[in-house]
């Protein structure tokens, strides 16, 4: 069975500072590793994502995470934030080499931008 | 470009009634998918669906739930008999061969 852990449920930040939103997840199989954000009253929208190959992962809107497979980690940052960045912020992951596999969510993390 | 798109966006219904959840898939896409969010919570796996049949479901996806791709292109959800604990945000997700599941808007299930 998979899980993710998303440590901080809340990330309070300053406007254009740096952030980063922490994930840990634990498998005993090959996961790939996704960010999903969720604005305020929206559905789902993916972030990026980690399949193969280099561990450093970019994505929209600035976004960047590194996969660290001895750490079990795939921790998610930006340089600088702007009040637009306002979410919920999911880590993800699901099975490799499994035809219908389903994403299991960690619960999330809020981040609030501080002007 | 395409979307995933679901009906109602908002559904009140008194407990104990049934309630059928749409979504339309991206046309193309083969698997399907159903998770639900309780307000304040995470995102929940529900539901797979491939080749016209569960894949696999969850804990949650009891005999009072259940889906159908009734004519190629819809995918609906089915609460027979409502119950409070399944007030939740609704979402349908699809795939074609990709490891990406798009998701659409959600549908805010209220029971009342």
């Known amino acids: 069975a998979q899980s993710v852990t998303q440590l901080d449920s809340q990330v309070p930040v300053f406007e254009e500072a740096p952030v980063e939103l922490r994930c840990n997840y634990s498998?005993?199989?090959?996961?790939?590793l996704f960010w999903y954000v969720q604005y305020p009253n929206q559905g789902l929208q993916l972030l990026l994502k980690?399949?193969?190959?280099?561990?450093l992962v970019k994505g929209i809107n600035g976004f960047e995470a590194e996969f660290n497979k001895s750490q079990t980690s795939f921790h998610l940052r930006k340089p600088s934030v702007h009040i637009s960045d306002t979410a919920e912020y999911f880590c993800a992951v699901s099975r490799q080499y499994s035809s219908a596999s389903k994403i299991i969510f960690g619960s999330g993390t809020r981040l609030s931008i501080r002007p | 470009e395409p979307e995933v798109t679901q009906t109602p966006s908002h559904q009140v219904t008194q407990m104990g009634q049934e309630v059928i959840l749409r979504c339309v898939p991206i046309?193309?896409?083969?698997?399907f998918y159903w998770y639900r969010q309780i307000l304040g919570q995470k995102v929940e796996f529900l539901v797979s669906?491939?080749?016209?049949?569960?894949?696999?479901k969850s804990e949650i996806f009891d005999d009072q739930f259940s889906v159908e791709r009734p004519d190629g292109s819809n995918f609906t959800l089915k609460i027979r008999s409502t119950k409070l604990e399944d007030s939740a945000m609704y979402f349908c997700?699809?795939?074609?061969?990709?490891?990406?599941?798009?998701f659409g808007p959600g549908t805010r299930l209220t029971v009342t």
């Open positions: 997700a699809s795939r074609k061969d990709s490891t990406e599941q798009y």
């Open positions: 046309s193309n896409h083969l698997y």
């Open positions: 498998s005993s199989v090959s996961v790939y």
């Open positions: 980690y399949l193969s190959g280099s561990t």
């Open positions: 669906f491939y080749n016209n049949e569960i894949s696999e």
